[in-house]
């Protein structure tokens, strides 16, 4: 499908959801504050913009910092360092990660052997290290790093870098992160961001490699919430009024998050009972592939590792649950499909049973 005519049909399945929204809203709409997944659909955020003012980056500013032709030439000229980056395959593939433009989630991210030609594509050279990223506010010239993170793969088939969860402080040296918010810095004031966002690095033998921007809210924003200001509040002030904080936020002891994959088809059991830490709830009886999202785990801890390992927990018991409510589910499904042929039988062994016979007194 042409991509003009795909952002079309998106268009026209979004637009009466935005406009429902507006309409049960208490107060007068804003604006539109827009997620993941539009990295790649510029012309869907400028549609959106014609409609409500965008809250955050417009759709040009997105599609140049998500174009690694503009991005990667703009750190080169900012002596930003980051990993070796081309957009036409490598002449020996080993080494070499191949990633589609304006991907989200990592499960983009593969092997360059494994990927098809393609114009959407471009290759970085791998390298080893710890994911760290820096969630920081922009007004469009400066910025506040509110803090780092570090995440963690949940690797699937020729899927080997999709995200999973996040965790919140990371252990940083002061250098690294002077360096890290040096680099955003730069790329903020070269772009002209606005708002909340994240930047992704590789950290390596303590020298930061910056991966890319996410010129929006995203994952890691769960494991920051809870402090004294509202991160919502920090991001309207910023794109609305140019306003930033004047200090870093505190926040206590340590959070992470993490995300629940199906590992096999399933079906949402009508009666389950979610607790108050999971969240990206889906709908009762909603039908969810193999491998795709169910829901997003948070956990808070004294440390670090002790909130990974909560939410892990938490993860594996949840995972637990939902197949036991749905094992539950269909075998209550099968006992009534049997009970309706048992009944279904009988009516044709008993016509005198049926609707409307005459009973003998």
Not at 81 to 86: A, F, K, S, V
Not at 151 to 154: D, F, I, S, V
Not at 222 to 227: I, P, Q, S, T
């Given at each position: 499908?042409?991509?003009?005519i795909?952002?079309g049909?998106?268009?026209?399945s979004l637009r009466?959801?935005?406009?429902?929204?507006?309409?049960?809203a208490?107060?007068?709409?804003?604006?539109?504050i827009?997620?993941?997944?539009?990295?790649?659909?510029p012309?869907?955020?400028?549609?959106i913009?014609?409609r409500?003012p965008?809250l955050?980056?417009?759709a040009?500013?997105?599609?140049?910092?998500?174009a690694?032709?503009?991005f990667?030439?703009?750190?080169e000229r900012?002596?930003i360092?980051?990993?070796?980056?081309?957009e036409?395959r490598?002449a020996?593939g080993?080494?070499?990660i191949a990633?589609?433009?304006?991907g989200a989630g990592g499960s983009?991210?593969?092997?360059?052997?494994?990927q098809?030609d393609?114009?959407?594509?471009y290759?970085?050279?791998?390298v080893?290290?710890?994911?760290?990223s820096?969630?920081f506010?922009?007004n469009?010239?400066?910025?506040?790093?509110?803090?780092?993170s570090e995440?963690?793969?949940?690797p699937?088939?020729?899927r080997p870098?999709r995200y999973?969860?996040?965790v919140?402080?990371?252990n940083?040296?002061k250098a690294?992160?002077a360096?890290?918010?040096?680099?955003?810095?730069?790329?903020v004031?070269a772009f002209?961001l606005?708002g909340?966002?994240?930047?992704d690095?590789?950290l390596?033998?303590?020298?930061?490699?910056?991966?890319?921007?996410?010129?929006r809210?995203?994952?890691t924003l769960?494991?920051?919430?809870?402090?004294a200001k509202?991160l919502?509040?920090?991001?309207?002030d910023?794109?609305?009024?140019g306003r930033?904080?004047r200090?870093?936020?505190?926040?206590?002891?340590?959070?992470a998050?993490?995300?629940?994959?199906?590992?096999?088809?399933?079906?949402?059991?009508r009666s389950?009972?979610?607790?108050s830490w999971?969240?990206?709830?889906?709908?009762?009886?909603?039908?969810?592939d193999k491998?795709?999202?169910?829901c997003?785990?948070?956990a808070?801890a004294g440390?670090?590792g002790?909130a990974?390992?909560l939410v892990?927990?938490?993860?594996a018991s949840?995972?637990?649950?939902i197949?036991?409510?749905?094992?539950?589910q269909c075998e209550q499904e099968?006992?009534r499909?049997?009970?309706?042929?048992?009944d279904?039988?009988a009516?044709h062994?008993?016509?005198s049973?049926?609707a409307?016979a005459?009973?003998?007194?």
């Open positions: 499908m042409p991509s003009d795909a952002h049909f998106q268009w026209r009466p959801a935005l406009e429902a929204l507006a309409k049960q208490p107060s007068p709409v804003l604006g539109a827009y997620g993941s997944g539009f990295e790649d659909r012309q869907l955020l400028a549609r913009a014609a409500m965008l955050g980056n417009d040009a500013t997105v599609k140049a910092i998500k690694p032709e503009t990667f030439g703009t750190l900012l002596g360092p980051h990993p070796e980056t081309r036409g490598p020996k080993a080494g070499w990633k589609r433009r304006g983009h991210v593969v092997p360059s052997r494994l098809k393609a114009d959407d594509i290759f970085q050279r791998w080893a290290g710890r994911a760290i820096a969630l506010v922009a469009g010239r400066r910025c506040r790093v509110i803090g780092f995440q963690w793969p949940a699937a088939p020729r870098w999973g969860g996040a919140r402080p990371a940083l040296t690294a992160e360096e890290m918010t040096r680099a955003v810095a730069r790329v004031s002209g606005k909340l966002g994240s930047a690095f590789v390596t033998e303590n020298q930061p490699l910056l991966l890319e921007i996410n010129p809210p995203g994952a769960d494991v920051f919430a809870g402090a509202s919502l509040g920090l991001h309207v910023a794109v609305k009024r930033l904080p200090e870093g936020l505190a926040f206590e002891g340590a959070a998050s993490t995300i629940i994959h199906a590992p096999k088809r399933l079906i949402v059991p389950m009972i979610w607790p999971a969240a990206d709830l889906p709908k009762p009886g909603e039908q969810i491998q795709r999202p169910i997003t785990l948070l808070r440390t670090r002790r990974k390992r892990e927990t938490r993860k949840l995972l637990a649950k197949q036991k409510s749905q094992g539950e099968k006992e499909r049997k009970c309706s042929e048992t279904e039988a009516e062994q008993h016509p049973r049926t409307g005459r009973h003998h007194r």
